[in-house]
């Protein structure tokens, strides 16, 4: 059962929308919200080639952005305890110091979930928006990620991918041990191109899902076009609320990663993805 959710805040409005989403599934689990902004120390210090005799303007440069910084944690931090606070639900305030990656990887491990926006700024006194943070998080978490979009559309139903593969399975038992979204459910997707494979995947999770008291339904499905085509057309089809996926695709996790199928899903769904490794 789902007890602790940390949100990354970088002040962004993608970062909104996981503080909202935490809010949201904390209240019924009356489980604690954890709120992590970061002071990217790396970023603000970062050795660049200055002019012969500009050393003392990039310190004064470079402490006017630490100031900033501080400043811009504290707001993102105390904004989150407001709110918390007006929603009635336990908030423990993270104010951490380094690489944005690595403090958040670190710091996850006290909770249960990490829920990120799909796009992040935690760099946000050096560059307008981060490049590499998320593909980072989601190899190297030892929790579960939820990746929002920017304003969550709300729906009737849970997506569930699976390859046949054990980054599915993985993703299929942290999601039921969450209990997040139990009244509603689930569409176990498979979209192998042998359809005794593709049958045998959704009956295993599915299964899995039942002996946890979830109502089910399996699909395996011949899609027309990419795998990422095909899960985004089951999310709108089926109006769901959340799309659950692991190591999805069969060229390794490498590419479910970094590839084009994490990259489509995640740039076109309009629902938070529930992503283990």
């Not at 004064?60 to 407001?82: E, G, I, P, Y």
């Not at 709300?154 to 009244?183: I, K, N």
Request: glycine letters at 10%.
């Amino acid at each position: 059962m789902l007890k602790s959710l940390l949100v990354g805040l970088d002040g962004s409005e993608y970062s909104e929308g996981a503080l909202r989403l935490a809010l949201e599934w904390a209240k019924p689990n009356n489980a604690v919200i954890g709120g992590i902004a970061v002071v990217d120390i790396p970023g603000i210090f970062q050795p660049e080639a200055v002019p012969l005799g500009a050393e003392q303007a990039k310190e004064t440069l470079d402490q006017s952005r630490l100031a900033d910084a501080r400043k811009h944690v504290d707001h993102f931090l105390s904004d989150c305890a407001a709110r918390a606070a007006k929603a009635g639900v336990p908030c423990k305030l993270i104010e951490s110091a380094g690489q944005p990656d690595e403090q958040i990887m670190v710091e996850s491990e006290r909770f249960d979930l990490l829920l990120l926006g799909r796009q992040t700024r935690f760099h946000f006194e050096t560059e307008p928006r981060d490049s590499s943070l998320l593909p980072t998080v989601l190899k190297g978490s030892v929790r579960p990620v939820v990746v929002t979009p920017q304003k969550p559309a709300s729906g009737e139903c849970v997506v569930l991918a699976t390859d046949g593969r054990p980054g599915a399975a993985r993703a299929a038992w942290a999601f039921v041990q969450t209990g997040l979204m139990a009244d509603l459910p689930v569409h176990v997707v498979s979209g192998l191109k042998d359809p005794q494979e593709a049958a045998r995947a959704v009956d295993r999770l599915g299964e899995l899902l039942r002996w946890h008291g979830r109502t089910v339904q399996e699909h395996a499905l011949e899609p027309d076009g990419s795998i990422a085509e095909m899960l985004l057309g089951q999310v709108n089809h089926h109006k769901a609320a959340l799309l659950v996926m692991g190591a999805h695709g069969r060229s390794g996790l490498s590419e479910f990663l970094f590839g084009s199928t994490t990259r489509e899903v995640l740039g076109g769904s309009p629902v938070p993805v529930f992503l283990t490794h």
